[in-house]
C-alpha cells in the first residue's frame, strides 16, 4: 500500500526555536498534501492542506506565519512551527490522498520545553 | 454541537465479544465516511470506508443512516488486537478532501 513518512519522528526542543518537519510519499506523487495536529486525549484536527506548487491552505484559526508549509515537490511538504512554545506541543500528522483515501504518516510527537 | 460526535468509551469488552459503536454527524451534506483505527501514540489507519448500502470486512460491519446522519460500526468475536481507538471520520464540507474526526471511542478487549 501507500507509505507516507515524517521526519522526525519526535523532537524536543527549547522555547522559541522552529522546528521542521518533513513529510514524504515513498512511493507515489501527491499534489495535495494534509497537515493535522492532535493533542492528547483530542480529535484530530486539520490545520492546512498543502498544495504542490502554490500556498497552503490554511483552517480558521490556525496561524500562516507560525506555521509555515512548503511544498516544493510532489513527494515532499515540511511544516516549520516558528518560535515555537510549549502551547504548540502536540502529535503533528500528515497525510496525503489517493483517490478518496488518505494515508497518513506516522507522526511526529513536539515537546517544547 | 460537533462536526462528528462519538462515545469517547471505553468499552471494555471480552474476547469473543461483539461490540458496535455509533457516530452522528452534524452536516448532512456530507458524502464520505470512514472508519479509522488509532493505536496509542500512533497514526490512524484507515480500518474500512462507509457506503449507503453497508459493507462488511470480515469481523467488522459498517452501516451508514443518512437520514438519521449517524454511522455505525460492529465488530464481531473481538480479538485482544482490536484494542485501540476507533474514529469516525466524515468529509469537510464544501471539500470532498478535506476530513473531518470524532474525537473517537476507546476498546479495551480484555481476555
Known amino acids: 500500500g501507500a507509505v507516507v513518512s515524517q521526519h522526525p519522528s519526535w523532537v524536543i526542543c527549547k522555547s522559541g526555536t522552529s522546528v521542521k518537519i518533513e513529510c514524504r510519499s515513498l512511493d507515489f506523487q501527491a499534489t495535495t498534501m494534509f497537515w493535522y495536529r492532535q493533542f492528547p486525549k483530542q480529535s484530530l484536527m486539520l490545520m492546512a492542506t498543502?498544495?504542490?506548487?502554490?500556498?497552503?491552505?490554511?483552517e480558521q484559526g490556525v496561524e500562516k506565519d507560525k506555521f509555515l508549509i512548503n511544498h516544493a515537490s510532489l513527494t515532499l511538504s515540511t511544516l516549520t512551527v516558528t518560535s515555537a512554545h510549549p502551547e504548540d506541543s502536540s502529535f503533528y500528522i500528515c497525510?496525503?490522498?489517493?483517490?478518496?483515501?488518505?494515508?497518513f504518516g506516522p507522526g511526529t510527537r513536539l515537546t517544547v520545553l | 454541537r460537533k462536526e462528528v460526535e462519538q462515545d469517547p468509551g471505553p468499552f471494555n469488552v471480552p474476547e469473543g465479544a461483539t461490540v458496535a459503536f455509533n457516530c452522528t454527524y452534524s452536516n448532512s451534506a456530507s458524502q464520505s465516511f470512514f472508519w479509522y483505527r488509532q493505536d496509542c501514540r500512533k497514526e490512524p489507519k484507515l480500518l474500512m470506508s462507509v457506503y449507503s448500502s453497508g459493507n462488511e470486512d470480515g469481523r467488522f460491519t459498517a452501516q451508514l443512516n443518512r437520514a438519521s446522519q449517524y454511522i455505525s460500526l460492529l465488530i464481531r468475536d473481538s480479538k485482544l488486537s482490536d484494542s485501540a481507538t476507533y474514529l469516525c471520520?466524515?468529509?469537510?464540507?464544501?471539500?470532498?478532501?478535506?476530513?473531518?474526526f470524532g474525537t473517537g471511542t476507546r476498546l479495551q478487549v480484555f481476555p
Open positions: 471520520v466524515v468529509n469537510g464540507v464544501g471539500s470532498f478532501d478535506k476530513l473531518i
Open positions: 497525510s496525503a490522498q489517493i483517490s478518496d483515501t488518505q494515508y
Open positions: 498543502s498544495n504542490e506548487g502554490s500556498k497552503a491552505t490554511y
